[in-house]
């Protein structure tokens, strides 16, 4: 079957400009994650959802971030007024239930912001 | 302190050496572990579940320890394929957040001919 898809898979935007990001779990799926990750650096945790539980959300950096996931699947990550900061890639995850199974990762969302 | 936490490295070995990777761990609840592994501009990918009993895999063994909270990882007979940044992986098991995975910022190995 198929992986975790994300797109686009790149995304030059302008400083202010606002930014959806898709991701596309494998289905069954019932956790999803979102991570950004700096040129270098490791992964940042952003937001994570479990099923019909309120997802966590303690990983935003700023209230221009938000992240919904429609009927538990698709899950949308949105960026208001870009900042050159935001530059980073976007990786999302998703696995079958939580603890102790493997979560898989699409290949990420390169986002710049110029 | 820091959720997960890792000795960033680099450590550069040569071929056919044995080399360990250490990880701590804040949160004395956690109840998952794994190690992770990621290629230059790729996405991580699964390398091995730590269980309490510690587990091998070829070339691999992870080791966990809940009283001094740490998480090992130990390389035999290193192959320049293995050059790639190992993450450390903690599930929460908190409030609203279990089943989260924390990863740890990653220790980068390079394996030398």
């Known amino acids: 079957g198929a992986g975790v898809s994300q797109s686009p898979s790149n995304k030059v935007t302008e400083k202010g400009k606002d930014v959806e990001l898709r991701c596309d779990p494998i289905?069954?799926?019932?956790?999803l994650y979102w991570y950004r990750q700096s040129l270098g650096q490791g992964l940042e945790f952003l937001i994570y959802?479990?099923?019909?539980?309120?997802?966590?959300k303690s990983g935003l950096p700023s209230d221009r971030f938000s992240a919904e996931r429609t009927g538990g699947s698709v899950s949308t990550l949105t960026i208001q007024r870009t900042q050159q900061e935001d530059s980073a890639v976007y990786l999302c995850?998703?696995?079958?239930?939580?603890?102790?199974?493997?979560?898989?990762f699409g290949q990420g969302t390169r986002l710049t912001v110029v | 302190r820091k959720e997960v936490e890792q000795d960033p490295g680099p450590f550069n070995v040569p071929e056919g050496a044995t080399v360990a990777f250490n990880c701590t761990y804040s949160n004395s609840a956690s109840q998952s572990f794994f190690w992770y592994r990621q290629d230059c501009r790729k996405e991580p990918k699964l390398l091995m579940s730590v269980y309490s009993s510690g587990n091998e895999d070829g070339r691999f063994t992870a080791q966990l320890n809940r009283a001094s909270q740490y998480i090992s990882l130990l390389i035999r007979d290193s192959k320049l394929s293995d050059s790639a940044t190992y993450l450390c992986v903690v599930g929460a098991n908190y409030g609203g957040s279990q089943g989260n995975l924390i990863f740890g910022k990653g220790t980068k190995l390079s394996v030398k001919p």
């Open positions: 289905s069954g799926h019932t956790a």
């Open positions: 995850a998703s696995s079958l239930v939580y603890m102790n199974t493997e979560a898989f």
């Open positions: 959802f479990q099923g019909n539980s309120a997802p966590d």
